[in-house]
């Protein structure tokens, strides 16, 4: 056992209190118990013990956990309907011809907020499958993710189309599989992603067809008065969003895009 330079200093005093008659014997002993008293905190102050039940290695747990974090920006494109209303979004201001109206954050964090409202249910069934029995001791991080996976895959199924399943599961030389819970996740999120794309495309490309005729409309009426030094798109730009404010066009695209889940 190494002693620190107080120690060492308590220590003689100490000694030397039990072995001077000039003081009590009664001190000498309680200054020698605080001197001689062992040291058990860790060094960086930390304590890697896991807490009482838990099972696994709790350095792992927080390097798995550390990892999920690191991917938590790919997990969120790739598992939930984030990348559906951010393209339909993106659709919707080049349709209206508004280049940086609404900026990039705010399409990204209503995208945000209207994933977390669909993803709430999803979240729900995670959390008591497997982090309350994480938080419980009965399994570790790795044994958490895969109790977590289930209610995911449901969610993702639900919305992949079959040709994109069949795609991968060709490619992955899988067999096919006899129920939907026997689908390996490495065949599900390619697909989901594929099907959330073209289906952002599609409500994006029906988006701009209104807007597509009030150009065709502006520019030939342009055209015939003989307006050719103006650009069309500079009336074009104010008539589209006077009708879009008009109709209320952001309650009815998010009110579709919520009912497109259900």
């Known amino acids: 056992m190494s002693w620190s330079q107080p120690d060492w200093a308590t220590g003689r005093l100490a000694a030397s209190a039990l072995i001077h008659p000039a003081i009590h014997p009664a001190w000498g002993a309680a200054i020698w118990s605080v001197g001689m008293r062992p040291r058990h905190l860790h060094p960086s102050g930390l304590n890697w013990q896991a807490p009482s039940g838990a099972s696994?290695?709790?350095?792992?747990?927080?390097?798995?956990?550390?990892?999920?974090?690191?991917?938590?920006?790919?997990?969120?494109?790739?598992?939930?309907?984030?990348?559906?209303?951010?393209?339909?979004?993106?659709?919707l201001r080049q349709a209206l011809g508004t280049q940086t109206a609404p900026s990039n954050q705010t399409l990204i964090g209503l995208s945000l907020v209207l994933t977390f409202f669909l993803m709430q249910p999803v979240g729900a069934s995670i959390y008591q499958a497997a982090v309350v029995p994480f938080q419980r001791g009965q399994v570790d991080a790795l044994g958490a993710v895969e109790r977590g996976t289930p209610p995911l895959r449901h969610f993702m199924l639900k919305f992949a189309r079959e040709k994109d399943l069949a795609l991968f599961l060709e490619l992955a030389q899988a067999p096919a599989p006899a129920r939907p819970e026997d689908v390996p996740m490495r065949v599900v999120v390619p697909a989901y992603i594929l099907s959330e794309l073209k289906t952002g495309f599609q409500i994006g490309a029906a988006l701009f067809l209104p807007f597509l005729v009030v150009d065709l409309v502006v520019a030939a009426v342009t055209a015939s008065i003989g307006m050719l030094q103006l650009p069309p798109v500079v009336i074009s730009t104010p008539i589209k969003i006077l009708l879009f404010v008009m109709v209320d066009g952001w309650n009815l695209v998010v009110g579709s895009l919520m009912k497109s889940f259900s």
């Not at 550390?66 to 920006?73: E, F, G, K, N, V």
């Open 56 to 91: 696994g290695s709790v350095p792992w747990n927080i390097v798995v956990l550390l990892t999920l974090l690191t991917l938590l920006p790919a997990v969120l494109m790739a598992l939930t309907p984030f990348a559906r209303l951010l393209v339909v979004f993106h659709f």
